[in-house]
């Protein structure tokens, strides 16, 4: 039975639409070139959690809002709420390196940002540029094993039910053991402060995307020229 999600072509076809935007608007006020913002509607392309993060920046949107679909509702304060996440339900954004599938994102003006990633990258080469943004985050292992490259501190390894909470405008990178073809953790991504959200740092910003092929099944993703960076030899963390 095919998953009635949202995909990120959706949201953000319905974004545009709710703002009374051509494509051409769009772009002009995301950044995002206009072959590029129609690719990603038709769901031909998608974007890195960096670009996701400039896109949110720009438009003055906190992530959490991004991701949300409309209800034809004005939005109410609350006092209690909650949200029920599955993988079916989720909105996935696939990446060369990882799959993330962002959770509960029917909930606006979140503080975190719950997400489930199926890791892939083996080597910080084929990684590129570790990646920063505002806030903090905790990731947990669920399968496999990883290692957490940071840029303050050396290389660690976790196993399954191990987990790491770490600054994320410290450069990271997370990327698969020796020996482990994929890991998948679930992690949530947060801000000290709500406001935060809306200013989320933008790494790659005036990269253009570069299409990766498709692999069957799938449709292509939208990536960002890296520099290489060699690979970081994985051993026990220590502070250096």
């Given at each position: 039975?095919?998953?009635?999600?949202?995909?990120?072509?959706?949201?953000?076809?319905?974004?545009?639409?709710?703002?009374?935007?051509?494509?051409?608007?769009?772009?002009?006020?995301?950044?995002?070139?206009?072959?590029?913002?129609?690719?990603?509607?038709?769901?031909r392309?998608?974007l890195?959690?960096?670009?996701?993060?400039?896109?949110?920046?720009?438009?003055?949107?906190?992530?959490?809002?991004?991701?949300a679909?409309?209800?034809?509702?004005?939005?109410?304060?609350?006092?209690?709420?909650?949200?029920?996440?599955?993988?079916?339900?989720?909105?996935?954004?696939?990446?060369?390196?990882?799959?993330?599938?962002?959770?509960?994102?029917?909930?606006?003006?979140?503080?975190?940002?719950?997400?489930?990633?199926k890791?892939?990258?083996?080597?910080?080469?084929?990684?590129?540029?570790?990646?920063?943004?505002?806030?903090?985050?905790f990731?947990?292992?669920?399968?496999?094993?990883?290692?957490?490259?940071?840029?303050?501190?050396?290389?660690?390894?976790?196993?399954?039910?191990?987990?790491?909470?770490?600054?994320?405008?410290?450069?990271?990178?997370?990327?698969?053991?020796?020996?482990?073809?994929?890991?998948?953790?679930?992690?949530?991504?947060?801000?000290?402060?709500?406001?935060?959200?809306?200013?989320?740092?933008?790494?790659?910003?005036d990269?253009?995307?570069?299409?990766?092929?498709?692999?069957?099944?799938?449709?292509?993703?939208?990536?960002?020229?890296?520099?290489?960076?060699?690979?970081?030899?994985?051993?026990?963390?220590?502070?250096?």
């Amino acid at each position: 039975m095919p998953s009635s999600a949202p995909t990120l072509g959706a949201l953000l076809r319905g974004y545009r639409s709710r703002a009374g935007w051509t494509l051409k608007e769009m772009s002009a006020n995301s950044g995002i070139p206009v072959s590029t913002l129609s690719k990603i509607e038709h769901d031909r392309l998608t974007l890195t959690y960096d670009k996701l993060q400039q896109l949110s920046q720009r438009l003055g949107l906190r992530m959490s809002e991004l991701f949300a679909e409309d209800d034809g509702a004005p939005v109410q304060p609350v006092t209690a709420r909650r949200s029920l996440g599955t993988i079916g339900q989720s909105v996935r954004i696939e990446t060369a390196n990882y799959d993330y599938y962002y959770l509960c994102t029917e909930l606006r003006k979140k503080r975190m940002i719950p997400v489930v990633a199926k890791i892939r990258a083996k080597t910080a080469e084929e990684f590129g540029e570790l990646v920063k943004h505002s806030g903090e985050e905790f990731i947990y292992v669920l399968k496999g094993r990883i290692a957490v490259i940071t840029e303050f501190y050396d290389p660690v390894l976790l196993g399954e039910g191990e987990s790491i909470y770490l600054d994320s405008s410290m450069g990271h990178a997370y990327l698969v053991a020796d020996g482990c073809d994929e890991a998948e953790t679930i992690g949530v991504m947060s801000s000290a402060d709500e406001e935060q959200m809306q200013s989320l740092l933008a790494i790659h910003g005036d990269r253009a995307p570069d299409p990766l092929p498709a692999r069957s099944g799938q449709p292509a993703t939208a990536v960002f020229a890296r520099p290489d960076t060699g690979r970081i030899p994985v051993r026990a963390g220590r502070r250096r």
